[in-house]
């Protein structure tokens, strides 16, 4: 049995429908099962990483852990699943991690929980792997809205480069490293096949959608304002502003590390992502 954590998620979502072709059994971890409209083929059950009292039915004969935390909270929530999955006796645990754990000249809030996440699965003393993906090909979907308003996209730092990952393919490296053997005690670092910064990804954007979109740089703050004005927690808005700047770090965005080598397809462009989504951009 594989335990899916994160299963309403980007990631998680997709990962289901790898799953779904393995035949494998696969059960998917939600705090809200009754609204998670999730595939029949998956069993849901209730389950909260911010209540370890409530892991232990998830965990019942599993034998593999897709690990998603988010947050400050994100360590806690790693330790305490990873405990959970030794005492149920799971013999592996996945954990969706981020590219810059290994990277020792960054060291921004996001980056430090992960390494701090990794650590605790590590003592747990199940065999992990980790999944060290850059940035995701779906964040352009915070820019929606003000595509939709105005056609135009605020955004900081507009030097920054990342080999943006679709999500579709973390979850396809997911899936066969939950399914085959010899990815223990193995980290892979993920990016996609180009580097873009973000007035790249508008000027994609633009081509796909058949309309001229404009990109403005804004300061940091400007963009922090933003995040918490539609409901962001403070301290989360200033972790993705510091992981925003980690974009200028040279090599950051360098693509194809592992990821080619795990996939059976030709990894995802992010106008292939965009074609995909071109409806959220509508107005």
């Not at 998680?12 to 696969?26: M, N, Q, Y």
């Not at 490296?173 to 580097?195: F, N």
């Not at 992981?243 to 080619?260: S, Y």
Request: aromatic residues 4%; proline residues 8%; glycine residues 10%.
């Amino acid at each position: 049995m594989i335990l899916v954590t994160g299963a309403t998620g980007t990631v998680g979502r997709a990962l289901l429908d790898e799953l779904a072709t393995t035949g494998e059994p696969v059960r998917a971890m939600t705090r809200r099962p009754a609204t998670a409209d999730l595939p029949g083929y998956v069993e849901v059950v209730g389950g909260d990483l911010g209540d370890p009292a409530s892991l232990g039915g998830a965990l019942r004969d599993v034998d593999r852990v897709f690990a998603v935390s988010t947050g400050p909270d994100g360590p806690t929530q790693d330790r305490d699943l990873a405990a959970a999955a030794a005492t149920a006796g799971a013999g592996r645990i996945v954990k969706l991690s981020t590219l810059s754990v290994d990277d020792d000249r960054i060291d921004d809030p996001i980056t430090r929980w992960h390494r701090a996440g990794e650590d605790a699965v590590r003592d747990s003393g199940v065999a992990w792997t980790f999944l060290r993906p850059t940035g995701f090909t779906s964040n352009a979907l915070h820019w929606a809205g003000t595509i939709a308003d105005h056609d135009t996209v605020y955004h900081p730092y507009g030097d920054g480069r990342v080999a943006l990952i679709d999500p579709r393919d973390i979850a396809a490296v997911a899936a066969t490293v939950l399914t085959r053997p010899g990815h223990e005690g193995r980290a892979y670092a993920l990016c996609g096949p180009e580097a873009l910064g973000p007035a790249d990804e508008v000027e994609i954007l633009s081509e796909v959608l058949g309309r001229p979109l404009r990109y403005v740089e804004v300061p940091p703050g400007a963009a922090h304002r933003a995040m918490v004005e539609r409901g962001m927690p403070p301290e989360l808005a200033d972790a993705v502003v510091a992981k925003a700047a980690t974009t200028r770090e040279p090599g950051v965005g360098v693509p194809d590390r592992d990821l080619p080598r795990l996939l059976a397809t030709t990894p995802r462009t992010f106008r292939a992502w965009a074609r995909d989504h071109a409806a959220a951009f509508t107005r």
